[in-house]
């Protein structure tokens, strides 16, 4: 069971002395193979020196605190997610520190002093570009100095993928492309979307498609609108499904429209609203479009599905 801590700077660090911890330390946005190799060596290191394997993690992105606006970044992975994977790995605790001015005001010196010698921290890993204290100006060889061997430190070199290094930067970018299928291959799973089934405009029965409708929040980002082979979980089943993300140009004036990602569920019959649901995005199929008439938006969901039934059928 992974613990969370919640910790904020104003508020005083609490000196922990009952347990000791290997650290992972960053942002971790995407927990992509590169933040899993930083996180599994911090697991390696808490085996051989028997103690705890912890996370430390910043809420909200540090762009928040700095940018306004469109400066802000979405998130990959919102906060029950990164919970949930790093359950899964076999994490103990979390610790989850408030991205403040408390917090970015601290020295390094600071920072390892009133932060990671309180929590009895006794290994810290990272990548080999973290940064931290105030304006970054802290590195892992600082770090290392700062420890004055109270704790340990491992720097993971760069995880590439071709010559080019998986960061959360090259994973947004593919989102915005609508390459879902590359963005698994980088994040080790597929991209995911969690969110409530709403009402929409009750079409799509008509339509013969029908589509469980949601509504992403602002704080995450979504693949660019077009449609998609996505697989949709509901109620611990798994479905496969075909989807659109978009504002339904042919219906809505595109100004207008809220974005929504409505997912037709294959072989599935019932009631979905209300219910949460997950969208695991496998693999693009078409941008979105504006169809002159509705016999031709049919015809071509009816052919998207079948694309994604191909597409599907090649996953175990
Ligand atoms: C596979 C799929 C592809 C779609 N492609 C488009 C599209 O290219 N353009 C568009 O305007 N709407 C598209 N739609 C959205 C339909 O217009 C929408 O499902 C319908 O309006 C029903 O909306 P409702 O769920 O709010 O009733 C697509 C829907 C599905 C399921
Ligand atoms: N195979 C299916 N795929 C998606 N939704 C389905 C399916 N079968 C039944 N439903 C239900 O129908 C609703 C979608 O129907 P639709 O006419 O598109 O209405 P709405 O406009 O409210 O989304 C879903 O929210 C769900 O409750």
């Known amino acids: 069971m992974l613990e969370t801590i919640e910790l904020q700077i104003d508020l005083g660090v609490p000196q922990i002395s009952d347990k000791e911890f290997s650290?992972?330390?960053?942002?971790?946005?995407?927990?992509?193979k590169g933040h899993q190799t930083v996180i599994q060596r911090a697991i390696d290191t808490s085996k051989k020196l028997g103690i705890a394997p912890a996370v430390m993690t910043f809420n909200p992105h540090p762009s928040h605190l700095f940018a306004s606006g469109n400066g802000k970044i979405g998130y990959i992975t919102p906060l029950e997610e990164k919970q949930r994977i790093l359950s899964d790995m076999g994490i103990d605790t979390l610790f989850i520190v408030t991205f403040d001015q408390n917090l970015a005001d601290?020295?390094?010196?600071?920072?390892?002093?009133?932060?990671?010698?309180?929590l009895n921290v006794r290994h810290v890993t990272a990548g080999f570009d973290f940064t931290f204290g105030a304006k970054g100006k802290g590195d892992m060889e600082q770090m290392t100095s700062l420890s004055k061997g109270v704790f340990g430190t491992t720097s993971v070199g760069k995880v590439a993928d071709g010559d080019e290094k998986i960061s959360s930067t090259r994973i947004r970018?593919?989102?915005?492309?609508?390459?879902?299928?590359?963005?698994?291959?980088?994040?080790?799973?597929?991209?995911?979307?969690?969110?409530?089934?709403?009402?929409?405009?009750?079409?799509?029965?008509?339509?013969?498609?029908?589509?469980?409708?949601?509504i992403p929040s602002e704080e995450?980002?979504?693949?660019?609108?077009?449609?998609?082979?996505?697989?949709?979980?509901?109620?611990?089943?798994?479905?496969?499904?075909?989807?659109?993300i978009g504002v339904k140009p042919t219906f809505d004036h595109p100004d207008e429209a809220r974005k929504t990602i409505e997912v037709?569920?294959?072989?599935?019959?019932?009631?979905?609203?209300?219910?949460?649901?997950?969208v695991d995005w496998i693999d693009h199929?078409?941008?979105?479009?504006?169809?002159?008439?509705?016999?031709?938006?049919?015809?071509?969901?009816?052919?998207?599905?079948?694309?994604?039934?191909?597409?599907?059928?090649?996953?175990?």
């Open 173 to 214: 970018k593919l989102l915005a492309d609508g390459d879902v299928a590359k963005t698994a291959a980088l994040l080790g799973r597929p991209f995911r979307s969690i969110g409530i089934v709403v009402d929409g405009d009750k079409r799509g029965r008509q339509l013969g498609f029908p589509t469980a409708n949601m």
């Open 106 to 118: 601290l020295t390094p010196e600071e920072f390892v002093v009133q932060v990671l010698k309180k």
């Open 23 to 32: 650290l992972a330390i960053g942002f971790f946005d995407g927990l992509h």
């Open 285 to 316: 199929i078409r941008p979105e479009q504006k169809f002159d008439s509705i016999d031709m938006l049919i015809n071509q969901i009816a052919e998207d599905k079948e694309t994604a039934k191909k597409i599907l059928a090649k996953k175990v």
């Open 264 to 278: 037709n569920v294959f072989d599935f019959e019932g009631d979905l609203y209300g219910k949460q649901a997950i």
């Open 220 to 244: 995450v980002i979504v693949p660019q609108n077009g449609v998609y082979a996505v697989q949709f979980t509901v109620d611990g089943t798994r479905y496969d499904g075909v989807c659109n």
